[in-house]
C-alpha cells in the first residue's frame, strides 16, 4: 500500500500563533484528504485536495502531486482547533490510506 | 439528511461473542467502507465495498465479515470477537465519481474483554 508520513508528530500553539502540517506520501495519488478529529473524536472532512491549493477561512491547503507531499496551513489558531490532523491519500479511489497524524494543541 | 449513521456508539464484548456494528448512509453513495483505529497508527480499512452485492478486503480484514444488500447499509460482523479488535470503529461512505469526498460516521467504540 501507500505509505503516508505526518510531520510534525506532535505540534503546541499559542493562541493566534500560525502553523504548517506536511503530508508525504510514497506512489502516485488521484485523491487527497485533510481530516480533522475533534477531541470527541469526530473526523471533519477539511479539504479534498489531490493537487493545487484550497482556502476555507483560516485554513488552507496545497497538494504538489508531483512531488508527493501536501501541506495544511491553520493562520491565527483557536482553542477550537485543538485536535489530530490527518492526511489520506487513495489513486484507486477504494483503498485510502491514513497518516498517524498531527496532535495539535492550541493554548489560550 | 443523517449523513452516516453508526449504532451502537459504545459496546462491551466478552472474549467469542458476536455482534454487528450497523451503518447507513442517506446520501446515495455507492462506495462505503469500514476502518479501524488504534492508539498511534491512524486509520486503516478493513472492508469496503462498491455497491449492493460487491465487497472486498482493505488492509486488515481477517476476524470481520461484511455483506451489502442494499445502497444504504453496510454491517460489519464480528463472528467470535477478540481482544485485538478492541477499537474505534468508523464507517465512511463517498460517490464513486472523481473528485468526491469520504464522509464519516461518529465511530463505534468496542471493548473485547
Known amino acids: 500500500g501507500i505509505q503516508v508520513e505526518q510531520s510534525p508528530p506532535d505540534l503546541i500553539l499559542q493562541e493566534g500563533a500560525n502553523s504548517t502540517l506536511r503530508c508525504n506520501f510514497s506512489?502516485?495519488?488521484?485523491?487527497l484528504q485533510w481530516f480533522h478529529q475533534n477531541p470527541w473524536g469526530q473526523l471533519i472532512n477539511l479539504f479534498y485536495?489531490?493537487?493545487g491549493t484550497k482556502q476555507n477561512g483560516r485554513l488552507s491547503a496545497t497538494t504538489v502531486a508531483t512531488e508527493r507531499y501536501s501541506l495544511l496551513y491553520i493562520s491565527s489558531s483557536q482553542t477550537t482547533d485543538s485536535g489530530v490532523y490527518f492526511c489520506?491519500?487513495?489513486?484507486?479511489?477504494?483503498?485510502?490510506?491514513f497518516g498517524t497524524g498531527t496532535s495539535l494543541t492550541v493554548i489560550p | 439528511n443523517a449523513g452516516v449513521t453508526q449504532t451502537p456508539k459504545f459496546q462491551v464484548l466478552k472474549t467469542g461473542q458476536s455482534m454487528t456494528l450497523q451503518c447507513a448512509q442517506d446520501m446515495n453513495h455507492e462506495y462505503m467502507s469500514w476502518y479501524r483505529q488504534d492508539p498511534g497508527m491512524g486509520l486503516r480499512l478493513i472492508h469496503y465495498s462498491v455497491g449492493a452485492g460487491i465487497t472486498d478486503q482493505g488492509e486488515v480484514p481477517n476476524g470481520y465479515n461484511v455483506s451489502r444488500s442494499t445502497t444504504e447499509d453496510f454491517p460489519l460482523r464480528l463472528l467470535s470477537a477478540a481482544p485485538s479488535q478492541t477499537s474505534v470503529y468508523f464507517c465512511a461512505s463517498r460517490r464513486v465519481a472523481h473528485n468526491s469526498p469520504l464522509h464519516f460516521g461518529n465511530g463505534t467504540r468496542l471493548t473485547v474483554t
Open positions: 485536495i489531490p493537487s
Open positions: 506512489d502516485s495519488v488521484n485523491n
Open positions: 489520506a491519500v487513495d489513486y484507486t479511489g477504494n483503498q485510502f490510506y
